[in-house]
């Protein structure tokens, strides 16, 4: 059984910092390109940050570079999203999700997401 847990998420203050964390289990996950996206009220569900499974290379929205950091740890089937210097505009549901392509074949999970309320 595919899933993908986050945690991390909670209440900070602006300007402060949170690490994000999600947990693979139930396909191999070294073979995925690792996102995160997130998802505000009334908006539209937005990428934040992905990472290639080849080369572990990453990208990111423009809205934050520089102070968020995506990596993955293969061992421990996990990906993070380092969340620093956070503006009350980051204010979402952060969900992750894991996405292969083999021979026109698509596999595209996601996990339920992990709430991030940046606020004084």
């Known amino acids: 059984q595919v899933q993908l847990v986050e945690s991390g998420g909670g209440l900070v203050q602006p300007g402060g910092s949170l690490r994000l964390s999600c947990t693979a289990s139930g396909f191999t996950f070294r073979n995925y390109d690792m996102s995160w996206y997130r998802q505000a009220p009334g908006k539209e569900r937005e990428l934040v940050a992905r990472?290639?499974?080849?080369?572990?290379?990453?990208d990111y929205a423009d809205s934050v570079k520089g102070r968020f950091t995506i990596s993955r740890d293969n061992a421990k089937n996990t990906v993070y999203l380092q969340m620093n210097i956070l503006k009350p505009e980051d204010t979402a549901v952060y969900l992750c999700?894991?996405?292969?392509?083999?021979?026109?074949?698509?596999?595209?999970?996601w996990g339920q997401g992990t709430q991030v309320t940046v606020s004084s």
């Open positions: 999700r894991a996405r292969r392509r083999v021979s026109m074949k698509e596999f595209d999970y």
């Open positions: 990472i290639s499974s080849v080369s572990g290379s990453a």
